[in-house]
């Protein structure tokens, strides 16, 4: 990690940069695709990065992921029905298997070569489904974000599904919105602090992979704290990091510190977002709480709806500043402060992956 | 006739085709504009091959076709009032007559030459309203399609109309659907056949003007042949038969042989399908059957209710399939199989009617 | 004013017209805004010549206009909170004064130069909030429409708002709907003639700000002159006179006379029509009447109600008529009758309002 300090530099960094209503994707990635519970035996659509995708499950429970579209007529697969191991098309009856492969032709004995569609390697860890829509050559499983940081797979700690909320807007514009907490005390006011997220000192980490903004709240008294203000009896210095791992993953770190005592072993509220574009116009956002087991206990469906409720109005806001850029078009102005210094960081990095995957692939094109 | 056998020839054929959901649309053709009952005093607004059209009936009961848009400003003539021969125009009062002339402009005297719409040329014939959108001098009533052939205005059949639906798809796609009923066992399971429609065997005989393909089910147990069973008491031989006659009408025969004795009249159940471009992304599908009188009486509310909802499994299907292209663009894939080539031969025929009237008009306009 | 009465002058105009459905709009004019009533404390969004405006009263009630973006991150200022003088962004919790000026940034304390929005010249006056949205330094107070004429803020007239609606259509289609009367008998039939308002003759004048169509009704039998024939106490002669400001006013204005004893004072119905676009494909009717004080009294709400019906006949024959130019594109037919005179010039008139602003940009833009 790389401390960053140098305002100058920052805004030297921001004249290059796209519009982040039309920040384009890198496809070289792992992105959340959906939560395990959502695919079963019958075929879910699901768009991701511009493509139609099908999932299902084979009779031993894999889940599969294959392009969306039959390559005979263009009938979504989605439309046909699982038949064993095969996904077979609701049109004509053509069927598919895992790997892509078209089985069978109910209407010929040959299958052309070209009839197959792809399919795009998956992994699923904890509850979530992971995608790699790139070249699955390079789908590295050694990429994957590391679940015990997003608090996942630990035994200290219980990790719950909350939703995943769809926003008409670029999924720039979401991580933008993560990396700025200021935007806490005025979009969600009550909710999270006590007023004071804006102007709390904050510094800003990053590498090429990760860009991290911390703010400290000492004897904090937002809502988040109670629990653990309890648990210690006593004050409570809380530490909110958010962190972007380019490009579909950001986390949200709260750490509770015992204000007395700071060597006993700190609490925790971790959320990870999914972060996942469904095309350049809009995204999936998959959020996910992570708990200390001796403070908080899983919400309630009552919880849940509040926190759905606060997530609106995220949603509303990026919404609306998403049609704003559309207005206006790609060089809409953008006036940046300080605390933007995390988001343009963010921005930049993604903006690098795309650039470097478009070398890759001309590079490719010429071998 | 001749009849195609080469798959090559066809594969050759497909390699110029365009993309199937962005086909244009022959001008000089009959089109099914509406269905007779649709038409009356009451000004009828509908949109055809990219045009706006109104219609209705004059005082002696003769059905009117004029461009639907007012020269004057502009306005929508559905929006008027037919007074006596004449529709008036809802904004200005200006009048026009079944040739297209205007004959009354309230605030003054003269009319200036300009003032005027188009009237189509239509024919009246069963209950079907034919419309001739292109150049009316070219407008010949022998070129309508022979309505006997469709099992209409015969004294041994009985015709009845179905309905209408409008369908979100180039009408090119629905030619498709109905040239390849492969489609039946998958897209209509339990309705139509015994789930051995995709793999009867097939044979395609076309020309310039018509495409049939036929199947053939010796003794069939489809619900369609149950009536014909009982009627023959004994086992029936059936034939499939799906005819496009292009641009506008696709003809589906199903005729029943008594197994036994051949040589006995067969039954029929006839559905002459009217299909209009409303616009190159939408079309209207005519539906109508005609039954031998032996066999089949009326259809019911509501087995045409039952009906209703078959044919909007193609209608969801094909809006699924148009989307999934325009959003591919005119390049998209398609891997296509022997079961396509009367489509794809559908699909040359409308292009090449495209062709040579832009040839025509581009020499009329030389001239 | 001139006097214009030859036609072939008429068309030789109309030759160089733009396309009624696609007119741009002149921004360094007078464009009503508002009824004061719609503006408080609480932020009021309305989108102007295609740009977002938020309204606001500051402490001591004064209306402001701010640009409706948040220069920060897009956000619109709608959604934010007016606190003191000041509008606060509802998502990062950046603070603008009236002036545009950017006061409070919770997260540092310098205010970068950029950070501010445009503040729109207003003039709030009778019950019209009007706004200027072009060049601030040109806003000549001297220009706003003369309220006096419009039967405002006279003794012995009372205005009153009717409604203010929205439609979707260019609002010089609107212009021309208002200067040719001879819809009234057609689109309106038994509101406000008796069947005579095409065949009237008519007059018109015009010269570069104003457009003046007069109809003249002796013995005048319509719903309007009935409360005039009932002070008068016998037969009424009615004006009827349209007039367009160009480019965003429109004032109607019923005059009774006694036709026994022309000598009289006569007694008016005039409505003021505030005509502004919102973008260059829909538009907002603020529609207003006032009333000489002997004859007519307020309307009730249902009248309004029967108003807005009426209006509505407008609304949806407009809205059809834009849809049809959009669909056949700029070069869509029009052909022209002499009671298009006045739109005509109306039409040509905001164009060379335009053409002018063009001009003095180019040039400003060379100094």
Redesign the interface.
């Known amino acids: 990690m790389v401390s960053v300090t140098s305002v100058s530099a920052v805004r030297s960094v921001a004249s290059q940069l796209v519009c982040p ?1 039309m920040q384009g994707h890198p496809c070289n990635a792992w992105y959340v695709a959906a939560f395990s519970r959502e695919v079963g035996r019958a075929p879910f659509p699901r768009r991701i990065l511009g493509q ?1 995708v099908v999932f299902y499950r084979t009779d031993d429970g894999k889940a599969v992921a294959l392009e969306g ?1 039959c ?6 697969l989605s ?1 046909g029905e699982v038949v064993g191991d095969t996904l ?6 053509f069927s598919f298997e895992a790997t892509g492969a078209c089985v069978h ?4 004995q040959s299958i ?1 070569s ?2 197959k569609v792809r399919s795009y390697p998956l992994i699923e860890k904890w509850e979530w489904i992971w995608i790699w829509m790139g070249d699955p050559q390079r789908a590295d499983p050694a990429q994957l974000p590391n679940h015990q940081d997003m608090g996942l797979e630990r035994s200290d700690m219980t990790g719950q599904i909350g939703f995943m909320m769809e926003i008409q807007c670029n999924y720039q514009l979401l991580h ?1 919105n993560l990396l ?1 907490t ?2 806490i ?3 969600h006011p009550g909710s999270f602090d006590t007023g004071n997220s ?2 709390a000192t ?1 510094r800003v980490e990053a590498d090429e992979k990760a860009i991290r903004l911390t703010r400290e709240f000492p004897d904090d008294h937002s809502p988040l704290s109670e629990a653990a203000r309890r648990y210690f009896d006593g004050p409570v210095n809380r530490l909110l990091i958010t962190e972007t791992f380019v490009p579909g993953l950001n986390v949200i770190k709260n750490i509770f510190y015992d204000a007395k005592r700071p060597e006993r072993p700190p609490q925790a509220l971790i959320s990870p977002f999914g972060i996942t574009p469904k095309d350049d116009r809009s995204c999936y956002h998959f959020i996910v709480s992570s708990m200390t087991n001796e403070t908080f206990r899983q919400r309630t469906d009552e919880e849940r709806k509040r926190l759905w409720d606060i997530f609106a109005q995220d949603r ?2 990026l919404e ?2 998403q049609r ?2 559309e ?2 078009g790609p060089d ?9 210094e995390a988001g343009l960081r963010c921005r930049r990095a993604i903006s690098e992956l795309i650039r470097q995957e478009q070398l890759q692939d001309s590079s490719a094109a010429v071998r």
Chains 1, 2, 3 share one sequence.
């Open positions: 209503a139609d579209r390559p005979h007529r263009g009938m979504p439309k077979r098309c609701g049109y004509h009856g032709i109910p209407s010929q052309p070209k009839m933008e700025d200021s935007h005390t005025y979009l804006a102007t904050f509303d806001a609306a500043i704003g850029f207005d206006l809409a102005a953008e006036v940046r402060v300080r605390a933007d």
